[in-house]
């Protein structure tokens, strides 16, 4: 299984990102797809999940109602829109597959957010 996240880039506060996360490999096995965070000198912060079957979503409070992680037409394709972006957002951005109770990282994509 291979997880790759793209998207991310640098963006002025108040703006916008979306963020893809592609898995291939056995994405019929897929249970859930979570995004996390990781701030210089933070730990990883789970943002938000989504299952594959029925499509229920859990946040965040710090990014509740600013982000939307969805799935996309293709099984193995999945977004996160951020919106209304702030500096304290700035993170490397990851995307985990779950199979069977074990996590496929990707290597993460950086978003940037300038005040």
């Known amino acids: 299984v291979q997880v790759v996240e793209s998207g991310g880039g640098e963006v002025q506060a108040g703006g916008s990102l979306s963020l893809s996360c592609v898995v291939s490999?056995?994405?019929?096995?897929?249970?859930?797809i979570t995004w996390h965070r990781q701030a210089p000198g933070r730990l990883r912060e789970l943002v938000a999940t989504?299952?594959?079957?029925?499509?229920?979503?859990n946040y965040a409070d710090s990014v509740k109602d600013r982000f939307t992680v969805s799935k996309g037409d293709a099984e193995n394709t999945n977004y996160l829109r951020m919106n209304a972006l702030k500096p304290e957002d700035t993170a490397v951005y990851y995307c985990?597959?779950?199979?069977?109770?074990?996590?496929?990282w990707g290597q993460g994509t950086q978003v940037t957010v300038s005040s």
């Open positions: 989504i299952t594959l079957f029925g499509g229920i979503t």
């Open positions: 985990a597959a779950r199979i069977r109770s074990t996590d496929y």
């Open positions: 490999g056995n994405i019929f096995s897929i249970d859930l």
